[in-house]
């Protein structure tokens, strides 16, 4: 080990991460009720039990005591809009109407960097208030929404990726665009893999898109192929049916994504209600990967997301809070929303699930494993510190626990911010409870 003491920290606590999904591995997670983590150059140094690693640390080095909390790696929301931050609990009674009347009006003062800025700072400090490290962001058509985005991400050197929306249709004059997408390029050129940022191309969905403009957005994945492409597919009934009428000669919604290049690795596609066997095939054959927002799909009556049916073909599955249709930053809240659909569902997500689809599942659907999502040795040094007695509720409720599945079960469904004592990027301290 180093003998530097200047750069290595530790961290006593329990620690939780997991090395294969819980749905498809006996013992896939890794548990140490008195662990230590440790940490150099913003990068997992190693991870284990205390009385194996105390030894091993140089001379001096200072172990943080968070006695009583549990570590786990930093928490990974794979989709949510920063612009609609300001308007997160706005009522309407479907989706394309709370589009119209809300988000379209919100998104347009996107085009002045200052306000765009502000608005990133906030939404930044919210994430890491709950936990949540790095996150797959829609932006504005603005150019300045994505470089107020990065911009105050790289302050906090954060690992997030982001992108410029893409609409040439079916929405407002104010936020329409074309099918030239030479501003994302400029963007990509910019910001993709400088420092943590990673370049996500983002058409909003397909309605919003033209033929033309889904085509040049494949081109542009092909000819950039580590960056990555967010979309929205199959979320109410009625988007669907809109989509049949734009694109007839198209099988199906999620074709249309496919029939224009944009079905790969690293392709994220938010909600995925509505798909049939088909789709879910498609999906686990092309290595895309869905984010499963249930926050969003039950405030707006979007519909149930079928877990198991991604599961009984091996798709990627990960969590997103989808703010601002979502209801909470809170990941834990939004595993307490997916457990319940997925009981009205008829299926069951364990809390040692919930928590690897908040974690690794999310950096494998992103394909990120090695870099974050857990804590082998060598990936960056994103992590949460979470208080099991963060509220009183919470700590009457754990203390009568007698497993950790009991625990991280309440954790998820009766936790939230407060219950996140402090986030750790790259190893430096970026939020803690209280300060």
């Not at 997408?181 to 990509?188: A, K, T």
């Not at 969905?205 to 889904?214: D, E, I, K, R, V």
């Amino acid at each position: 080990m180093s003998n530097d003491t200047r750069t290595v920290q530790a961290y006593r606590a329990s620690l939780l991460h997991f090395h294969a999904d819980p749905a498809f591995a006996e013992n896939a997670h890794a548990w140490h009720q008195d662990g230590l983590l440790v940490v150099e150059n913003g990068r997992v140094l190693a991870a284990g039990d205390y009385d194996k690693l105390i030894s091993t640390l140089p001379q001096g080095t200072d172990v943080v005591d968070y006695r009583g909390k549990i570590i786990t790696p930093g928490f990974i929301d794979t989709h949510l809009h920063f612009p609609q931050t300001d308007m997160i609990g706005s009522p309407a009674p479907d989706l394309l109407p709370w589009l119209e009347n809300y988000t379209f009006p919100t998104e347009r003062q996107f085009s002045d960097p200052v306000h765009a800025r502000t608005v990133a700072e906030f939404f930044l400090d919210e994430l890491l208030r709950n936990g949540t490290t790095t996150a797959l962001v829609y932006c504005t058509v603005h150019k300045e929404s994505v470089d107020a985005f990065f911009e105050a991400s790289a302050a906090r050197n954060l690992r997030m990726a982001g992108g410029k929306v893409l609409m040439d249709r079916n929405c407002p004059d104010f936020l329409q665009d074309t099918a030239d997408l030479r501003d994302s390029e400029d963007l990509i050129k910019r910001w993709h893999d400088n420092g943590r940022a990673m370049y996500a191309i983002t058409p909003r969905f397909a309605p919003t898109s033209t033929p033309a403009q889904l085509g040049a957005a494949g081109e542009l994945a092909r000819a950039f192929p580590t960056t990555y492409i967010q979309t929205h597919v199959s979320e109410s009934r009625d988007e669907c049916a809109w989509v049949k009428s734009l694109y007839p000669d198209n099988r199906s919604y999620l074709q249309v994504y496919e029939h224009h290049g944009l079905m790969r690795p690293r392709a994220m596609f938010g909600h995925c209600i509505w798909l049939d066997d088909v789709d879910f095939a498609l999906m686990a054959d092309t290595g895309a990967a869905i984010s499963h927002c249930p926050t969003s799909n039950l405030f707006l009556g979007s519909g149930l997301f079928d877990v198991a049916k991604a599961d009984s073909v091996r798709a990627h599955v990960s969590l997103g809070t989808d703010v601002g249709a979502g209801t909470s930053f809170s990941m834990l809240q939004t595993m307490n929303e997916a457990y319940k659909v997925a009981r009205l569902k008829g299926s069951y997500l364990p809390a040692l699930r919930m928590f690897y689809l908040a974690t690794l599942g999310a950096a494998r659907s992103m394909q990120l494993e090695g870099t974050i999502g857990n804590f082998a040795a060598g990936t960056e040094a994103d992590f949460v510190v979470l208080d099991p007695k963060a509220t009183p509720l919470l700590a009457r409720r754990t203390a009568n626990g007698d497993s950790l599945e009991e625990t991280l079960f309440a954790l998820a469904l009766l936790g939230d911010d407060r219950a996140i004592r402090a986030t750790y990027a790259a190893g430096k301290r970026v939020h803690e409870r209280g300060r």
